[in-house]
Every structure is written in structure tokens, then in C-alpha cells.
């Protein structure tokens, strides 16, 4: 199974004390899984981080691929996909999200529920 990481969860896999659901934790260490990390997750923390608005290590990418994260490139198709989800979410980062796990045919691992309405596979 391909397993897509939504922003929190890529930071939350990292992390002391980690919030992640049982089941979120038991499909990422699963070796059978490919665990994606989406470049989309990099640009929100980038992002976030640059106003000030989200205080996250400077490694946590390295740390993700040391455990195992495979990086996802955001190509053509992925972005195209956006246009033509329906006004579910605002958040154009979980959209694009979105729209790769659609593509990937991958499941979103995300606390985010709302995502199922767009019809992706959502673990948590």
C-alpha cells in the first residue's frame, strides 16, 4: 500500500510524544508500505516556518527520509488534478495533497477527515 503523509502527520512522525492514531502509526511501520512525503509538505512547512508561524526542525526532512519516507515530486498532472476537485476544502496545500493521492492512488494519512468527501482513501 502507498501511504501519502498530510503536513501534521510527516511532522508528528518525527516528534517526542507523537499525537498519531494507532492505525496511522501501525500502516506507516509497516514495512510492506511505501511511505510518500510529498514536496508539498516541505513547501507548507517552508512556508509556515518563514512567518513564524510554526517553530519545526530544520531536519525533520532528513529525519523523515532516514526513516523511510520516499519523496513525491508534485509534477503536471498533480497540479492539473486541482482544478477539477469540488469546493470541499479551501487549503490549497491539502488540495494538492489531494489530488497526488488520487493520482498515486495512494491513501492520505491525515487527522483531517474532510478529505474523504474528495473520495481519496484517508487513514488515520
Do not use: C
Not at 510529498?38 to 517553530?55: H, M, N, P, Q, T
Not at 495533497?97 to 495512494?106: C, M, N, S
Request: no cysteine; net charge negative; proline share 4%.
Amino acid at each position: 500500500m502507498k501511504l501519502l503523509l498530510d503536513t501534521h502527520t510527516a511532522l508528528w512522525w518525527t516528534a517526542a510524544g507523537s499525537p498519531l492514531g494507532d492505525d496511522a502509526i501501525a500502516l506507516i511501520e509497516d514495512p510492506e508500505n511505501a511511505v510518500l512525503l510529498s514536496a508539498v509538505v516541505i513547501w507548507e512547512v517552508s512556508i509556515k516556518r518563514a512567518l513564524g508561524k510554526l517553530d519545526a526542525s530544520t531536519v525533520f526532512v532528513d529525519d523523515l527520509l532516514a526513516g523511510g519516507a520516499q519523496p513525491l515530486h508534485v509534477t503536471l498532472a498533480h497540479a492539473a488534478r486541482v482544478e477539477h476537485l469540488p469546493d470541499h476544502h479551501r487549503d490549497p496545500f491539502d488540495r494538492l495533497l489531494v489530488a497526488q493521492a488520487l493520482i498515486e492512488d495512494a491513501t492520505l494519512v491525515t487527522k483531517d477527515t474532510a478529505l474523504a468527501a474528495y473520495g481519496v482513501d484517508v487513514a488515520w
